[in-house]
């Protein structure tokens, strides 16, 4: 069974730091491109980052240029996203999304930025 669980998320003053993770079973995690992706309260669903199988590529959105990091460690079937100087417009539910001849998407963790 494909599963994605998120997992880091909670609430941050602005200007403060998380590290939300990805862990992943039921395929396998170094041959899919890995992407993370928000969806703020009363918005679609946007693209933040992705990194690729052999973790040498990772491609940003413009609005988490260098504040956000993607990484995976493939070894333990995890993808991670280290997000600095968090803004209130960070705030949304975060979400992790394989992809490769299928897709798979996690069920989300809540990342809520608030003095």
């Known amino acids: 069974q494909v599963q994605l669980v998120e997992s880091g998320g909670g609430l941050v003053q602005p200007g403060g730091s998380l590290r939300l993770s990805c862990t992943a079973s039921?395929?396998?995690?170094?041959?899919?491109?890995m992407s993370w992706y928000r969806q703020a309260p009363g918005k679609g669903r946007e693209w933040v980052a992705h990194?690729?199988?052999?973790?040498?590529?990772?491609v940003y959105a413009d609005f988490v240029k260098g504040r956000f990091i993607i990484s995976r460690d493939n070894a333990k079937n995890t993808l991670y996203l280290q997000m600095n100087n968090l803004k209130p417009e960070d705030t949304a539910v975060y979400y992790c999304?394989?992809?490769?001849?299928?897709?798979?998407w996690g069920r989300g963790t809540q990342v809520t930025v608030s003095s």
């Open positions: 999304y394989a992809h490769s001849n299928q897709d798979y």
């Open positions: 990194i690729s199988s052999n973790t040498r590529g990772t």
């Open positions: 039921g395929f396998t995690f170094s041959s899919y491109t």
